[in-house]
C-alpha cells in the first residue's frame, strides 16, 4: 500500500488525484492533505480520508478548521503547517498540486525528506529546476511528472538511454484563443480565456493556456525533468490534444503517447509507476477522431511562450523572474486591471529589467520571485503597454 500526501488537495488536480484513490482503496492511504483555505471541502475530505495530518495554508483559516474537524485529525497552518504535511512521516509520496511557487518549499523539503514526488506543480521546476533535481538525486526519491505532456514523455523514454534521444515533441492544444489574430487579442475577456477548449482545470493554469505560457512553462519544466536542453524541445501545436507528446530518437524513430484528454491517467500512472491500474474512463477511437492536425506555434501573437524560452536561455535567476511576473500578470488580469495582451508586454519589460544571477540556491529564489512581482507591479501601475 502506497501512503499519500495531497498538496492542494481542494484543486483540480488534487480532487481528482483522490478519486484516482478512492477508486482504488486497497492500493492507498491518505496520511495528509493541504490547501489554501477551503475549509468546508478540507472538512468533508478529513471526513472521508482520515488524514493524520492536515494542513490549511490561510492562518485565518486554522480555528474554523479545528473546530470542525480538531477531534479526527491534527491540524495545521501556516507555509510551516503546509511542509508539515509535506514531511508527514508514514507517507511515502506527495502529490505535488499546489499552484505557483507557493508548492516550491512543501515539495524541495518532501524531498530531503526522502519523499517520491507526482508533480504537477510545474512551477516547482521552472524556478529551482535544477536545485530540485540535485535534491532528487542526492535524495535518491522519484520525480514522477503528472503533467500529461511530460507523463507522455516519461512513458516514450520508458528506459532509453539518454544519449538515444534525439529530441522532444511538446504538444499544446493553442488553447481558446489558437485562430484569433493579435488584432482580435487586444479585446478578449477574461471569460473568453476561461473557455479551455479541451480541458477543464484550475484559473490560472487556464490563463497560461490561452497566453501559451503554460507551454513555455512545460519547456522550462522538461529542460529539468529530463536533462533536456531547450535547443531539442519543440513546441508543436496539435488543437485535439489526443497526442499528449512524442520523443524522437537518434535512428528518426518517434515514439507518442495518445489517449483522451484526461488528466486522471497521468496523475494515477503517477501514483502506480511502474505499474499500471485500470480506469473507468472513456476510452480513444482513432476511427471516430480521424484527423489529427499539427503546426507551428505563432510567437508573434503567443509571446509568453518565446519569452519562457528566453528566459531558460539567460539563466535560472531569468526562470524565476518570468514565473513571478507571469504570477502577478494572470491575477491582475483575473481581478481585471490589465488586459490580455499587458501579460506578455509588461513580464517582458520585467525581463529586461532583470540582470541575471548564477548558481541561485532556495533561498536566492524567494528573494527573486518577490523582486519581480514588485517590479512587474510597478510597471504595471506606469500603465504602459504595447
Ligand atoms: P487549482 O487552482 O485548481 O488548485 C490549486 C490548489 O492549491 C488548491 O487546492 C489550493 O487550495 C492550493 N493552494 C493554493 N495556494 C496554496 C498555498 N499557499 N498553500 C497550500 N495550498 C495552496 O490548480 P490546478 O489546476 O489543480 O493546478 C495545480 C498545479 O498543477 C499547477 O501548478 C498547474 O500548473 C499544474 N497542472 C494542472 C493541470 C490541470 O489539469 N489542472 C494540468 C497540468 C498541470
Ligand atoms: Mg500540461
Known sequence: MRVISVLGSTGSIGTQALEVIREHKEEFRIDAIAAHSNVDLLEAQVREFRPKITAVAETAKYKELKSRVGGLTYVAAGQEGVVEAATCESCDTVVSAIVGIAGLIPTYNAIIKGKNIALANKETLVTAGRIIMGEVKRNNVKMLPVDSEHSAIFQCLANSKHNEISKI??????????????????????????????????????????TLMNKGLEVIEARWLFDIMPESIEVCIHPQSIIHSAVEFADGAIIAQLGLPDMKIPIQYALTYPERLSTSGERLSLTSIGKLTFYKPDTEKFKCLKLAIKALKMGDSACVVLNGANEEAVKLFLSGKISFLDIGNLIEKTLDKHKTVKNINIDEVSALDKWSRETFISLSEVGCCK
Open 169 to 210: 515533441i511538446l504538444t499544446a492544444s493553442g488553447g481558446p484563443f489558437r485562430t484569433k489574430t493579435l488584432k482580435e487579442l487586444e479585446n478578449v475577456t477574461v471569460q473568453d480565456a476561461l473557455k479551455h477548449p479541451n480541458w477543464s482545470m484550475g484559473k490560472k493554469i487556464t490563463i497560461d493556456s490561452a
